[in-house]
């Protein structure tokens, strides 16, 4: 998954690490089963804008936002994630990535979800089709990439996951215990991707947006090239009703990486923000 790092330059180190962050980064800004009822934490219209910054640079933006609209005569809600690298960063190794979500607002359930990638001169497109319906012990999967997979029922693609933490994880968090281990299966990158996520606890954290009071989850992460330990990746949900995610940092062997909620609209409730 991840590309050797070029150790002579500083810049060019960047430029190694570009691809690994902003595919972490989707993630896990969209991390956040099947969940039935009318979603209370998020509606269509939300937008939110991140910064992606290393050190002093800022290496990009990533928008999450999610619409209503029409699927084969259905009313579905079409979640969107962009990130792209600017400045530097932009002119070192482009990336503009794409996450798309179509999702039943009835059963919360992706029905179809889009993957669309461009990283320097890699290119990657591949659409699945979700059928939650025809088989009631499991969901059947078709990749134009790979064909059709038979998984586990209600599972989530990677962006449906993160609304699904939002309104069913995150409301029972006085269930939650510190180290607490919160497992949810999804389809990511054509193929089964279990997520993992450590409760860590409540933290105050500053943003561009104010200082905001947060749940605080570590995803378990891979160690080896990029990360020294499985918690080198953190990341913070608004203690409010709408378990926003408001700021994530990577610890990396170069350095650290923060992606951080600059600006958002649409919102279920006011974001509460702690004036002091």
Known sequence: MFSGINRQNNC????????????????????????????????????????????????????LELNREWLNGKEIWHSKITARTTGMADAIFKVLD????????????????????????????????????????????NSDLTGIHKTTQGIHDILSCFYYFRNHILPTRTNLKKGDMITIITWFCDELYPIRLKYIGVEEVKTRAGKVKCY?????????????????????????????????????????????????????????????
């Open 98 to 141: 794409i996450y798309e979500s179509y999702i039943d607002p009835a059963t919360e359930l992706p029905v179809k979800s889009i993957r669309n990638i461009r990283e320097g001169r890699y290119r990657k497109y591949n659409v699945v089709l979700f059928d939650h319906k025809t088989r009631t012990d499991s969901a059947i999967l």
């Open 12 to 63: 060019f180190l960047l430029s190694g690490q570009m691809k690994r962050i902003y595919c972490i980064t989707i993630i896990a800004i969209i991390i956040s089963s099947s969940g039935w009822g009318q979603p209370i934490s998020y509606k269509p219209g939300e937008k939110v804008n991140y910064t992606i910054q290393y050190g002093i640079i800022t290496g990009g933006t990533a928008l």
């Open 216 to 276: 605080k989850f570590n995803p378990v992460t891979e160690t080896g090239r990029l990360f020294k330990t499985q918690e080198d990746v953190s990341f913070w949900f608004s203690a409010d009703k709408n378990f926003l995610p408001v700021k994530i940092r990577f610890d990396i062997f170069v350095g650290a990486f923060t992606v951080e909620i600059q600006s958002y609209e649409g919102l279920v409730y006011p974001l509460e923000i702690i004036n002091k």
